[in-house]
């Protein structure tokens, strides 16, 4: 019960990069910058998947990233939450049929929230956040 | 010295720069924004050059009987605008806003249905060039016969 009203009210995001061009990650930096300050929500970036409740995935997985992808996924703590940014991120947009992309993250791993745009709007990347919070606040 | 003191005490009654955005009314973006692509099928006439154009392969167009198949995969769009600016019907256009979130990955497809005309000669389904022939010759005047036969007819003599 607790861990439910923490995680809804508080969420803290863990930022993978699989491959991506550093459009999105910039995006979520300045999310997380002045303007756009998610911090004063509750929101927190931490450098561990082990204290993260909600996984930032950014880029198409090459076959270089897939090994981590997976092993960090392992590390999350249940409910296991991704919110998949940008248009590589949801099917590897403009790297699609490249010789060393294996697909994009929802073959490998469940996603729960889709963020369009390339590179997507800090808006918008809160408006998935606000998604991923719906699944906690629901505790599946 | 002085201009530094001078900013620093505008910067106590200036209000902060962070932006509200808990509020569900997000507002709409300047004209010229790049965002998703919108077609509209009334003005399209299927003429393949936004698929040609397009670098990362959303739009397909195929032909199924009488109709033509207008399909959009924006899932791997990334707004550049080379579709709208080849278009020659104006048939594409900038959506307003940026945001697109969802929870289902059929969101991102977009399918439309173009209607096709018989040829003047022969039974075989051509797209309307009304359009064309309006922007070629001024609105309001009869359309030229080559465009309104399918390519095989309009060799024949």
């Known amino acids: ?140 | 010295m002085l201009p530094l003191i001078r900013i620093l005490i505008e910067n106590i009654f200036k209000p902060p720069i962070t932006e509200d955005i808990s509020s569900v009314n997000l507002p709409k973006h300047p004209k010229g924004f790049h965002g998703y692509p919108e077609h509209d099928p009334t003005r399209c006439i299927a003429c393949g050059i936004c698929q040609y154009f397009c670098p990362a392969k959303v739009i397909k167009i195929s032909q199924i009987d009488d109709k033509i198949n207008y399909h959009m995969d924006l899932d791997q769009c990334t707004c550049c605008g080379q579709c709208i600016d080849y278009c020659p019907t104006n048939a594409i256009k900038h959506m307003p806003n940026p945001y697109f979130v969802t929870t289902n990955l059929d969101d991102f497809k977009v399918d439309h249905q173009i209607n096709l005309i018989k040829c003047a000669k022969c039974d075989a389904f051509i797209p309307d060039m009304t359009l064309i022939a309006n922007k070629l010759f001024g609105e309001g005047k009869p359309i030229p016969k080559h465009l309104s036969m399918c390519p095989k007819c309009k060799r024949k003599p």
Not at chain 1, 48 to 66: E, Q
């Open chain 1, 1 to 140: 019960m607790i861990f439910k009203i923490g995680r809804s009210k508080s969420p803290w995001l863990f930022h993978l990069n699989t491959g991506s061009c550093n459009g999105c990650d910039i995006e979520i930096v300045a999310l997380l910058a002045s303007r756009y300050d998610v911090e004063r929500l509750g929101c927190k970036l931490v450098g561990s998947p082990k204290h993260a409740d909600i996984c930032l995935v950014t880029g198409p997985v090459t076959a270089r990233s897939k090994e981590p992808l997976l092993r960090i996924y392992d590390m999350l703590p249940n409910p296991k939450v991704i919110v998949c940014i940008g248009a590589c991120s949801i099917s590897s947009g403009v790297f699609t049929d490249g010789y060393s992309i294996v697909g994009p993250a929802h073959n490998l791993i469940p996603v729960t929230a889709y963020v369009g745009g390339c590179s997507a709007h800090p808006k918008n990347i809160f408006l998935g956040l606000q998604k991923a919070i719906e699944v906690f606040k629901e505790g599946r």
